[in-house]
């Protein structure tokens, strides 16, 4: 089977929303030797992909009725959401664990991963968000875990992401603070905005009304579990678009 560095769901949904997932997968691609040298636990961990996140991806994009692309490489391997010039692109070392297959990764290795996985992914999803309605609306998937090694415990259910265009973020936030089991973040656990990653190069660089949803891992290890956030979050997405203005 031919390896390929992203795929696409949905393409021909007609749906409001464009639903990307950077870090889809924990897939090590062949000509790497499928293995940057991490025990399988690690490979397991979130260091290597945002456990739980495609297929609450999926689920989401089937209930907004709209298209999925994500990314089918590591975040290890090179990170997808990030800006080419980023320091943490290729990481070395990440909560705690070394990544053998990164510690000698030169500047030409660095540019070949660049063009054998990252790019190719971009421009893949810019095709498919020029393809779509003018006012495409891009709904980025991430998760993240509870704790990192040596950190606080991390209070929230779920975090909304965003820069300084809040347009669909701000109803979003307001609906899931309405709902009375949740522990919401803005711009937790993580800033809203890095220069250059998916959601700049592909909303706010476009003029386009976008949000990223991270979710805590932990409440998403289940396929059943995914489906039913997935279900829970795409009515919310569609009344807070419904206010965002024309």
Not at 72 to 101: A, W
Not at 201 to 228: C, F, P, W, Y
Request: proline content about 7%; charged content about 25%; some cysteine.
């Amino acid at each position: 089977m031919t390896y390929t560095p992203y795929h696409i769901e949905g393409a021909d949904r007609g749906g409001r929303f464009l639903v990307t997932c950077d870090h889809a997968s924990n897939t090590v691609p062949p000509d790497l030797g499928g293995t940057l040298g991490l025990p399988a636990e690690d490979m397991r961990r979130h260091i290597a992909y945002d456990v739980g996140a495609l297929g609450l991806a999926r689920a989401l994009a089937a209930s907004l009725d709209s298209p999925l692309i994500w990314a089918d490489f590591s975040r290890l391997v090179i990170d997808p959401n990030r800006g080419e010039d980023d320091p943490t692109l290729l990481m070395r070392l990440y909560d705690g664990s070394v990544i053998p297959g990164n510690r000698h990764a030169c500047a030409e290795e660095r540019g070949r991963r660049l063009d054998a996985y990252h790019r190719p992914y971009h421009r893949a999803l810019e095709t498919l968000a020029a393809s779509r309605r003018e006012d495409v609306a891009i709904v980025a998937v991430h998760s993240f875990t509870r704790q990192l090694r040596g950190r606080p415990t991390r209070p929230w259910h779920v975090g909304i992401l965003h820069a300084w265009d809040a347009r669909l973020s701000d109803p979003l936030i307001a609906r899931l603070e309405a709902e009375p089991d949740l522990t919401v973040g803005r711009n937790e656990p993580y800033p809203g905005h890095l220069p250059g990653d998916s959601i700049d190069r592909h909303a706010l660089k476009h003029g386009r009304v976008n949000t990223l949803i991270e979710l805590r891992n932990d409440l998403i290890e289940s396929e059943q579990a995914q489906m039913h956030w997935g279900a829970r979050l795409a009515p919310l997405l569609e009344a807070a678009l419904d206010e965002v203005p024309e």
